[in-house]
C-alpha cells in the first residue's frame, strides 16, 4: 500500500509538470507582450520596460521557463500586480470560500442523492422511483445559475430567509459564512444530485441482480442489511466515482458560479486577474486549482483501493 | 401422496413468470416430500424448472415477474407444520438460512466479494443464534475446518477472490450448514467445478449430511452424480415431474422415455463429464418454452412413442410399483 501511495505521488507529480508547463506556456504563447498587455495601451515604453524586468520577462525563454518551475515548486506564485500583496496571499483569502461552497454542495449531492438513488433501485418501478426519476431529470436539466436566481427571488429577495448575495462580513464565524452560501450551494448541488441520484440508481440494480445478493437473502438477512451490506457495499466504488467527479467539477465550475452569485472566491479572482491581465496571479490559480483537482483524483483512487480488496497496488 | 413422516412436503407447486402478455409456467404443479435425513435428486435438463422449484421453496425468487400460484408447501420442522407459501416475509427470514439453507451453482459469483470468508459464514451464526461476534468468528473458523479447508483462521479473513471454485463451494456450504438446517437445497453444486473436485464436493455433502442427519434436495442435470448421492430421484421436464422413484428404480428401470433417454445419453467414462459437449443429452429437439407448452404430454413433439392419445390430455402420474411412478400413457409398452 505504502509503494502504492508512492507510486501515484510520482505520477501526481509529473502531471503537476506538466500543468505547469502549459501554464508558463499560455502566458507566452499568446501573441503580444505580457507586460505590454498588462499595463494597456497607455503606458509608456519606460513602465514596460520596468515591468518586463520586474517579470524577469527580459530574460531568455528556458531561463524564465526554469525559474517559474523553481517557483512553483516553492509555491512561490509571485507578486499581483494590482492586488499589492502575494499570489499565494490573495488565493489564501479566497480559497476557503470556495471550499466550503464546494463542500456543501458535494455534501447536499451525495447525502440526497446516494440515499434517493439506493432507494429507487430497491423499489425499482415503485412510485417512490418514478417520483425521484421525474425530479432528477427536472433538477438535471434546469441550469444552475436559473435554480440560483429563481431561489434569490424566493427565498431572499421576497420571503428574507437568507442573504441575496455576498460571504458576510471578513471576520464572520463558519456559520454565518455558511449561511450565505445555502442558496448557491443548493443550485449547483442540485444537479449534481440528480447526477448522483441516477448513477446510484444504476450501479445498485446492476448489483442487486448478483448472485451474492442472492445468497445473502438466502441467508434469512433483514433486507436492510442485504441491501446496505451486501449491496451497497458493491456499488460504492462506482458511486464514488461520480463523487469524484462531481467534486472535481464543482471546483472548475467555481468561476461560474461565483461570477453569478458575486461571491469573492478563487473563481471570482481568477475571473478578474483575467480581465486585468494580472498574469501572476492566473498562472498561481491555475496551478492550485489544477493541484486540487489531482489531489481530489488521487483521493479518490486510494480510497478505492482501501474499499476493494481486489485492486492490485 | 401426503406422507405423514416428511419434513416438507411440496404439493402442486405452480410457479409462473409474467413477462407483458406473456405467462411462462415455469413450475406446473410439481408434488414431493422428503424426510429427515433423506435426499432427493432433481434432475432434468436445462430449463425444466429445477432451479425455479428449489427458489419457489425459499420464497427467494423475484417477484414480480415470478408469482407462485399453487399450492403448498408443508415444512414440518420441530413438531410445528407450516405452510411456507403463507407465511410472512418476516417469518420466512426465520426460516431461511436457519431451518432451510441453500448452496447453488455459481461459487465463483455466489460469494460477496467485499466481504471476509470468515464475516460471510458468521453473519448468519449472529442472525439466528445468537452468538457474539467473537464466538460467531470462532465458530466459522471451526465450520471452515469442518469442510476441509487448511488453515481456516487465516482464510476466514480473506476475500473470495483468494479462493479456487472448489474452494469457495466449501465456504458456501460451511455458511449453509452453519445453522444446523434440517434442509439443504443444493442447487447444482458441482455442475461448476472439475471433476475430481465435484467428487470430493459431492463426499463433503454426504458426510455432513449423515453427520447432521439432514434432508437434502439435490439439483441436478447430471445423471452420474444422482447415482452417487440420491436415495430418491424425481425427474422433471418442462415444469412436471415425469418420472419418480428410488434410485435404483430410476437408473435401472426407468419407464418414461425421456427417463431412458436421458440415461441413454450419459457419457459412459465420467472424465467424459469434462467436455460439456458429451454431458448434454443427445435427444432430439429441446425443452418447449414455459411460454408455449404444447398440450397434452409436453414431452410427445419430441418422444418417438408418442400417438395422438398423448397430445390429446395431459398425463396423470401412475404408479408402477412401490413410489415409482411415471407421467407417459405408454409406459407399460416402453
Ligand atoms: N427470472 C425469470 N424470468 C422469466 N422466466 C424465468 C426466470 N427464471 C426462470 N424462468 C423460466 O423458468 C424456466 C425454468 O428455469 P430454471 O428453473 O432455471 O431451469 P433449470 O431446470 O435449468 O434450473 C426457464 O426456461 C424460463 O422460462
Ligand atoms: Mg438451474
Partial sequence: MAAYILRRLAGMIAVMFIVATLVFAIAHIIPGDPAGVMLGPSATAEDVAALRTRLGLDRPLPEQYVRFLGAAVSLDLGQSIFLGRSVLQALGERAPLTLLLTGMAAALAVLIGVPVGVLSAVWRGGAFDQAGTALSMVAASLPSFWIGLTLIEYLAVRWHEFPVAGYGAPGAGLLEHMRFLVLPAIAVGLPNTALITRFTRTSMLDVLHEDYVRTARAKGLHPATVVIKHAFRNARTAVLTVIGLVVAGLIGGAIVTETVFGLPGVGNLVVSAVLRRDYPVIQGALLVISGIYVLVNLGVDLLYAVLDPRVRY | ?334
Fill in chain 2, 1 to 334: 401422496m401426503s406422507d405423514p413422516a416428511a419434513l416438507i412436503t411440496v404439493d402442486d407447486l405452480r410457479t409462473i413468470f409474467r413477462t407483458g402478455e406473456e405467462v411462462a409456467r415455469a413450475v406446473d404443479g410439481v408434488s414431493f416430500s422428503l424426510r429427515a435425513g433423506e435426499t432427493l435428486a432433481l434432475v432434468g435438463e436445462s430449463g425444466s424448472g429445477k432451479s425455479v422449484t428449489a427458489l419457489s421453496i425459499m420464497r427467494l425468487l423475484p417477484m414480480p415477474p415470478a408469482q407462485i400460484v399453487g399450492r403448498r408447501i408443508v415444512f414440518a420442522d420441530r413438531g410445528t407444520e407450516q405452510d411456507l407459501l403463507t407465511l410472512t416475509e418476516r417469518q420466512m427470514r426465520r426460516i431461511r438460512g436457519r431451518r432451510i439453507a441453500m448452496v447453488f451453482q455459481e461459487p465463483m459469483s455466489s460469494l460477496n466479494p467485499l466481504l471476509t470468508i470468515g464475516e460471510q459464514i458468521a453473519e448468519g451464526l449472529r442472525l439466528h443464534l445468537g452468538l457474539s461476534r467473537a464466538a460467531a468468528a470462532e465458530r466459522a473458523c471451526e465450520l471452515l475446518a469442518r469442510v476441509n479447508i487448511p488453515d481456516p483462521v487465516r482464510r476466514s479473513g480473506e476475500y473470495p477472490h483468494r479462493l479456487s471454485g472448489g474452494m469457495r463451494q466449501r465456504v458456501m456450504i460451511a455458511a449453509a450448514l452453519g445453522c444446523n438446517p434440517a434442509l439443504l437445497i443444493a442447487d447444482e453444486p458441482t455442475t461448476a467445478l472439475d471433476v475430481t473436485i465435484q467428487g470430493q464436493i459431492l463426499e463433503l455433502l454426504r458426510s455432513l449430511q449423515q453427520e447432521l442427519c439432514m434432508a437434502m434436495l439435490f439439483v441436478t442435470h447430471d445423471l452420474g452424480v444422482v447415482s452417487e448421492v440420491a436415495d430418491r430421484v424425481a425427474v422433471m421436464y418442462a415444469g412436471r415431474i415425469v418420472e419418480t422413484g428410488s434410485r435404483a428404480e430410476i437408473l435401472s428401470a426407468p419407464r418414461h422415455p425421456y427417463t431412458k433417454a436421458l440415461l441413454g445419453s450419459v457419457p459412459r467414462r465420467r472424465s467424459a463429464r469434462r467436455d460439456p459437449a458429451a454431458r448434454l443429452p443427445a435427444i432430439p429437439g429441446q425443452v418447449p418454452s414455459a411460454a408455449q407448452l404444447p398440450p397434452g404430454c409436453t414431452f410427445a413433439p419430441r418422444c418417438g412413442l408418442a400417438i395422438p392419445a398423448c397430445t390429446a390430455a395431459r398425463p396423470a402420474l401412475q404408479p408402477i410399483a412401490g413410489a415409482h411412478a411415471v407421467r407417459c400413457i405408454r409406459w407399460r409398452e416402453t
